[in-house]
């Protein structure tokens, strides 16, 4: 992908002065029983733009899941524009950088980050008092002292002080985001084994590299330590004295270890000479007699102000992707109090081993939520610019719904528009193919339509609009998000490329590219299919698929939001033609020419009271019903019906049930389509109407063939409830699912194209309480629960089917395969004379009850069929034995 294309406003004045306040609306909708003073501690940010943002970006409200217990809604509010001096924006900058190199944990200088002109914006803190002028409410005291501090000289105090130890993570074959802002920092702690400093004695060499570094002062050397002064709440850290008030809350570095911690409390109560806690579990002699000794063997240090009170502290967590729910509900936990659940783990330090960091804690826990926040934002100002390319009105909110894939894992994603998209898209062309060539047999009709709606064609038609430059493919992770001036990790060797947006008192705009200009300049020619090369040294891989999936998501978005107009005018704008004149709607206005010898053999008063329609032109519906069997006599076979019917039928079914399952989760919704739109559930509707006793042919094995599975379906209706998932002796005629889409389609030519007139026919539709699973579904489900999943692996030789059976990636199943074979009458002249007949056995291994057991299916004509009776036995003993 190259561009990832970010927009802050339509122009941007590059040399103004004039820039424009926007506050992050932090609101905690609900904190539930936390006692966690954290959740709330923290400071205000605002964002400083170049430009107004669009109104859209503002009405944008989105859900942070910050913690288990806290209902969390975030927005931005527009508070002023302001002049700022060029002083000023330095240190907006030099702040800006210096907080968000921490945040993200990638060690920058303001003065020589590059910055790019299509991602510029500033986060700067604020007082929160609400003032008339927008510019007072910046906290400029605080970002003066965070910008000129001397602290940032030190190291340890900078980001990633792995470098400057000589120990380069990447050499260890750590990955920097397992060790992200408040992980473990030190080749020491990385607990590599192959590194030459593990263990105490890497621990105590390590150490002794950061002593000798000056980073911590020779104990000897401070006389002052000696005069130490408890009543007066001071505390002689690394480095200076503190007083206990201005050090809780703050963060403190670990000077042994490189880690960096909250200060939650000071323990006047426990000192460096208390015991030093057993392991949970372990009984036997104690390792370190006391917190001195601990520090004694484990880093070779001998600590000086023993008497000091300890410093109570929690790690600072690594800056995390707060727009995916983390706190998912299950029955693991359902046991267990919300306490239990956010149960907080403490450490204890010697105030004289820790620096105190410049950032303060508050500030820090503001900022973390900052890249979360600012990821919707671009993607939604991305969906901006995607709307005003396309020049239709329609919310950018939908339209980044249908930018963004269920991979981001995010709270929305296209997978239920795409399902709407794809019915309508092959409904419309099927219907303009249908139209434009009248001539054409269905077999032509269905390649000609696989060559307009192919997932390939598609996805050439994504490339050609630059599409892949807004997809949201890739579950957000902050350590791999780019803030301005801050670049990741893999992107520290980019060149940067012409001069600073700030360094000519440029505005905080963006550029404004043009439309996309085609599959040229976006994808390599060297790159596999669907690798498409980001901007920066790093790849971002979106499958053809991805990218076929959006373009029916934004056909489906379109067609909610603006209907059949909206739809077509995307669908035109991504280059699919289905534009036809007056000549080709003609046709469906012209009489069939039927013989009135067959018209008069037929009994429509019995066949349109089943379908409660009265047609005009009947001889659509002798059409609908002349199988290919029958002798021609001057009425064409369903065939082209059927083409088009099938594509009604899907977008009408699919329509329905999008509109009425408004909340159910893509995969349900899935299945409930599929459940509806097969020909095996269109053959039942078939003998439910008395379809079959209408159907026009010449073949006797068809008339068989039916006549055996009208007797299975009558004989399942008289069992309330039953499914036989086509899993008996007969299959269902393919001819009598066809014939209920050809009749469809003859309705919808008749009736001017209304697909509301045969909406009837289908009901009553399926539900989700009447969606009956499939048994090898249920069964996957159902061991999920007792014995954490199974998994079938199948493999054919010759006539042999071998089926193993896992849970957990261990075999805990046999893999059963005979195969019999049942003599079978041929049924007709030249047919197979034996048929074969496969039996497919399933194995569990219960984890509770440590016993196996095996059910072994009725013999069936494949293996999948063999595979779902055998479900269905086991589901029946399961059930027997969890009721």
């Not at 288990?68 to 975030?74: L, N, S, V, Y």
């Not at 524009?81 to 210096?98: G, P």
């Not at 030190?186 to 890497?202: D, E, L, N, V, W």
């Not at 998209?421 to 032509?444: C, I």
Request: glycine share 8%; aromatic share 10%.
């Amino acid at each position: 992908m190259q561009g990832e294309w970010i927009l802050s406003g339509r122009d941007a004045c590059y040399n103004s002065k004039l820039f424009h306040l926007y506050m992050y609306d932090i609101e905690c909708v609900d904190i539930g029983s936390s006692k966690d003073p954290f959740l709330t501690q923290v400071l205000e940010f605002a964002v400083v733009f170049g430009n107004e943002l669009d109104a859209e970006v503002l009405s944008m409200s989105m859900d942070l899941f910050i913690a288990r217990t806290m209902i969390t809604k975030a927005s931005l509010v527009f508070r002023g524009s302001i002049d700022i001096t060029e002083s000023q924006l330095a240190s907006l900058k030099s702040f800006h950088v210096r907080l968000m190199s921490i945040v993200l944990d990638v060690d920058v200088e303001p003065s020589t980050t590059p910055w790019d002109p299509s991602k510029a914006y500033l986060f700067v803190p604020v007082v929160g008092d609400n003032s008339v002028d927008p510019l007072k409410e910046i906290d400029w005291d605080l970002v003066e002292k965070i910008s000129k501090t001397d602290a940032w000289n030190n190291p340890l105090q900078r980001a990633r002080p792995d470098v400057y130890l000589g120990t380069n993570e990447r050499t260890l074959g750590g990955d920097r985001r397992e060790y992200g802002f408040g992980k473990l920092r030190h080749g020491m702690a990385f607990g590599q084994k192959s590194h030459p400093t593990y263990g105490i004695r890497g621990a105590v060499a390590q150490f002794d590299i950061v002593k000798a570094s000056g980073l911590v002062p020779n104990r000897n050397a401070i006389e002052i330590g000696n005069h130490l002064d408890l009543t007066k709440r001071k505390l002689m850290m690394a480095d200076s004295f503190i007083g206990v008030e201005d050090l809780v809350g703050r963060i403190v570095t670990a000077a042994h270890s490189g880690k960096r911690f909250y200060v939650d409390s000071v323990r006047y109560d426990m000192t460096a000479e208390n015991s030093f806690p057993r392991k949970e579990g372990y009984l036997g002699p104690l390792e370190y007699s006391s917190y001195a000794d601990y520090y004694r063997q484990k880093y070779g240090v001998e600590l000086i102000y023993k008497q000091q009170p300890l410093i109570r502290g929690r790690g600072v967590s690594y800056c995390k992707n707060l727009l995916s729910p983390r706190f998912e509900h299950s029955e693991a936990n359902e046991g267990e109090s919300e306490e239990a659940l956010d149960k907080t783990y403490y450490v204890f330090l010697p105030p004289e081993l820790c620096f105190v960091h410049p950032l303060p804690g508050s500030l820090v826990r503001g900022a973390q939520r900052l890249p979360s926040i600012m990821r919707r934002v671009e993607s939604m100002l991305l969906a901006i610019q995607l709307k005003d390319i396309i020049n239709y009105p329609v919310p950018a909110s939908k339209i980044l719904e249908a930018l963004t894939a269920a991979s981001c894992q995010e709270t929305f994603c296209y997978e239920r528009a795409e399902l709407l998209g794809d019915a309508y898209l092959k409904w419309v062309v099927s219907r303009f193919l249908f139209l434009k060539y009248p001539q054409k047999h269905e077999g032509q009709l269905t390649r000609m339509r696989q060559q307009m709606v192919s997932n390939m064609v598609l996805y050439q038609y994504a490339l050609n609009k630059g599409l892949q430059s807004y997809i949201q493919a890739d579950r957000f992770a902050p350590s791999r998000w780019a803030a301005p001036g801050v670049l990741p990790v893999f992107d520290e060797d980019i060149k940067e490329t012409g001069s600073s947006l700030f360094d000519n008192e440029r505005a905080l705009g963006v550029t404004v590219p043009g439309e996309a200009q085609g599959a040229d300049g976006y994808e390599d020619d060297e790159m596999e299919d669907g690798e498409l090369e980001s901007d920066s040294s790093s790849y971002r891989v979106l499958s053809s698929k991805t990218l076929a999936d959006v373009v029916e998501a934004l056909i489906g978005i379109y067609y909610v939001e603006g209907g059949k107009k909206a739809a077509n005018n995307l669908m035109k704008w991504i280059g699919i033609q289905i534009d036809f004149g007056p000549k080709e709607l003609e046709c469906t206005t012209r009489p069939s020419n039927v013989p009135e010898s067959i018209l008069r053999s037929i009994n429509f008063d019995a066949l349109e009271g089943a379908l409660n329609i009265k047609f005009e032109d009947r001889g659509l519906l002798v059409e609908a019903i002349t199988h290919a069997s029958r002798p021609s006599s001057g009425v064409s076979c369903y065939q082209r019906l059927e083409f088009v019917g099938d594509a009604v039928l899907d977008h009408l079914i699919t329509k329905h049930l999008f509109f009425t399952y408004t909340d159910l989760p893509p995969g349900r919704l899935t299945d409930l389509r599929a459940a509806a739109v097969n020909n095996e559930n269109f053959a039942r509707v078939a003998v439910k109407h008395k379809l079959h006793l209408h159907l026009r042919h010449g073949s006797s094995a068809l008339e068989k063939q039916i006549r055996d599975f009208v007797k299975e379906v009558q004989d399942e209706l008289s069992k309330p409830g039953f499914n036989s998932f086509g899993l008996g002796d007969c299959k269902a005629p393919k001819v009598l699912g066809d014939i209920v889409e050809s009749i469809a389609g003859a309705i919808f030519l008749d009736s001017g194209r209304d697909t509301a007139v045969f909406q009837p026919l289908l009901h009553p539709m399926v539900t989700p309480e009447t969606l009956p699973m499939h048994p090898v579904r249920e069964l996957q489900e159902r061991c999920q629960q007792q014995a954490e999943g199974l998994e079938y692996k199948a493999t054919r030789s010759g006539n042999l089917a071998t089926v193993e059976v896992f849970i957990d990636g261990v075999q805990v199943g046999i893999a059963q395969n005979p195969q019999k074979k049942m003599a079978q009458k041929c049924v007709s002249e030249g047919g197979p004379a034996h048929a074969k007949r496969f039996t497919f056995a399933v194995r569990v291994n219960t984890t509770d009850r440590g016993w196996t057991d095996e059910c072994i299916g009725e013999p069936m004509p494949s293996v999948k069929k063999a595979k779902d009776s055998a479900a269905v036995l086991l589901l029946e003993l399961l059930n027997k034995l969890y009721p």
